[in-house]
């Protein structure tokens, strides 16, 4: 049973970069055919992709958020991560992981619990 | 790039009846739609992709169905863990719709 954990900062000021790290389990993030995701759910609001890391080391980011995001793999540690430059108090948001199965043309099977990020000084 | 439109933004029914909610999307998106249903405090669960086949686990009172710019998910008899909010995603561009709260009547 695959398995992902998001951690990082709770809280992060305004202006600097947030930061998280998604921890697999139950599954390899070097495994061929997976997207590894992020996604965001602001308070009040609904999901919003962030982007996701494909097997191959290619990325793919949503237009409105890609001058700030970086989202990368560290096989080593069977994680992705999550950088986000610049960070206002409009990023405040519970942030998941996820992978994108192969087998569901890519939609999103297994997911994080999620993580709360505030952008507060 | 094509976006999502969900409706309504709230269904109102109660146990036992038929849900249909609705997926509209500006352009076509051939069959790569997915549904979520998510209870708030938990994270999302997946439905349906491929517009129309079950995700594992996935009760058959769910189905998906549509291609193109129309999709819809019918939920046949509601029960009462199937109260919470409903999101389509289509994946060429990954984007959400802006979801569908079904709350009970």
């Known amino acids: 049973q695959v398995q992902l954990q998001e951690s990082g900062p709770g809280l992060v000021k305004p202006s600097e970069t947030l930061s998280l790290t998604c921890t697999v389990s139950?599954?390899?993030?070097?495994?061929?055919?997976?997207?590894w995701t992020w996604i965001r759910q602001p308070p009040g609001k609904g999901l919003e992709y962030i982007g996701y890391t494909y097997y191959s080391g290619s990325t793919h980011y949503n237009p409105s958020l890609k001058s700030r995001v970086t989202i990368s793999e560290d096989t080593s540690k069977n994680q992705f991560s999550l950088k986000l430059t610049a960070v206002t108090a409009a990023d405040t948001a519970v942030y998941y992981c996820g992978r994108g199965g192969s087998s569901t043309w890519g939609a999103i099977d297994y997911w994080g619990q999620g993580t709360l990020v505030t952008v507060s000084s | 790039e094509a976006v999502l439109t969900q409706s309504p933004a709230t269904l109102s029914l109660s146990p036992g009846e038929r849900a249909t909610l609705s997926c509209r999307a500006s352009?076509?998106?051939?069959?790569?739609l997915a549904w979520y249903q998510h209870i708030p405090g938990q994270a999302p669960r997946l439905l349906i992709f491929?517009?129309?086949k079950r995700a594992t686990g996935i009760p058959a009172r769910f189905s998906g169905s549509g291609s193109g710019t129309d999709f819809t998910l019918t939920i046949s008899s509601l029960e009462p863990e199937d109260f919470a909010v409903y999101y389509c995603q289509q994946l060429a561009t990954w984007t959400f719709g802006q979801g569908t709260k079904l709350e009970i009547k």
């Open positions: 352009q076509s998106v051939s069959s790569y």
């Open positions: 491929d517009a129309s």
């Open positions: 139950g599954g390899s993030v070097s495994s061929g055919g997976y997207y």
